[in-house]
Nanobody, 125 residues
């Protein structure tokens, strides 16, 4: 059983920064490609960022490029999302996800096998 636990969501003013964390339990973390997705009220879940199992390859949605960064610490079984220059449109529940297929990274939510419960990020204007 693999468990993903997100933390770090908060209310922040526009222009501010937050760092989300996702702790992974129950499986060798460095065998998992990881991703972040988000879902705003009334909208579909969308891809934010992803990272390969080794950390050597990353991908970002166009809407967050240059503002967000994804990283992982395999010694701590933890995934991070550093969010800078936050905008009100970044408001959403953020989910981390794990892909056990041992590939690079993917932006397709259906290809992820495990999901966290989500953490709320609210950006005020």
């Amino acid at each position: 059983q693999v468990q993903l636990v997100e933390s770090g969501g908060a209310l922040v003013q526009a222009g501010g920064s937050l760092r989300l964390s996702c702790a992974v339990f129950g499986r060798t973390f460095n065998s998992l490609a990881m991703g972040w997705f988000r879902q705003a009220p009334g909208k579909e879940r969308e891809f934010v960022a992803a990272i390969s199992w080794s950390g050597g390859s990353t991908g970002f949605a166009e809407s967050v490029k240059g503002r967000f960064n994804i990283s992982r610490d395999n010694s701590k079984n933890t995934l991070y999302l550093q969010m800078n220059s936050l905008k009100p449109e970044d408001t959403a529940v953020y989910y981390c996800a794990a892909d056990k297929t041992f590939r690079g990274w993917t932006a397709t939510s259906d290809e992820y096998d495990y999901w966290g419960q989500g953490t709320q990020v609210t950006v005020s204007s």
